[in-house]
């Protein structure tokens, strides 16, 4: 038996083995990091997306709800009930109800006015109803909402 021949062969496998082997965890290891950096592009990518969304369904709601005070106003109202007139008060929650799962689980974004919106958007829209106070809140409501996604983007989100 030729003892060279073997360990010659042998020495080969191991020489062979390795290279393989550190090419396949080099090649692994970017790949994952270029997974990594795909995911994160695409959950901000996502959280732009929701939070423009959610910005122009608030830009529609604060129309209507400056329409219904501009008529309160003029017809010198304290209270609407749209149910009574057969008409809709045209306020949406679509946007939200789709994107809200991404924007409350994002960090740093200060969620407390935009929840607080969208609760008395659901009140409005469910009962059809509404008033003066009720209204000119929904309004200030939907512009700190605005304001505040505005600034979150221009800080986390500053290409847009």
Same mark, same amino acid.
């Given at each position: 038996?030729? *003892?060279? +021949?073997?360990? @010659?062969? !042998? ?16 090649? !692994? ?5 270029l997974? +990594? ?22 830009? #529609? /709601? ?5 329409a ?13 009930? *749209?149910?009574?007139? /057969? ?26 006015? !935009?929840q ?9 829209? @469910? ?24 600034? *979150?983007?221009?800080?986390? #989100?500053?290409?847009?």
């Open positions: 038996m030729d *003892y060279y +021949a073997l360990l @010659s062969g !042998l020495i080969g496998t191991i020489i062979g083995g390795l290279i393989t082997w550190l090419n396949t965890r080099y090649s !692994l290891n970017k790949q994952f990091k997974q +990594a950096q795909r995911e994160e592009l695409k959950e901000l990518k996502d959280e732009r997306i929701a939070l423009n969304s959610v910005k122009k369904e608030i830009n #529609h /709601n604060l129309i209507q709800l400056g219904t005070k501009k008529i309160m106003d003029v017809e010198k109202m304290e209270y609407i009930n *749209y149910k009574a007139s /057969n008409q809709n008060n045209n306020l949406k929650m679509d946007k939200w109800n789709k994107h809200s799962d991404i924007i409350e689980s994002m960090d740093d974004f200060p969620l407390t006015t !935009l607080a919106l969208y609760v008395n958007l659901s009140f409005e829209i @469910s009962n059809q109803m509404t008033d003066k106070k009720r209204t000119i809140k929904g309004i200030d409501q939907c512009l700190k909402a605005s304001k505040d996604i505005e600034e *979150y983007l221009k800080v986390y #989100h500053p290409r847009q």
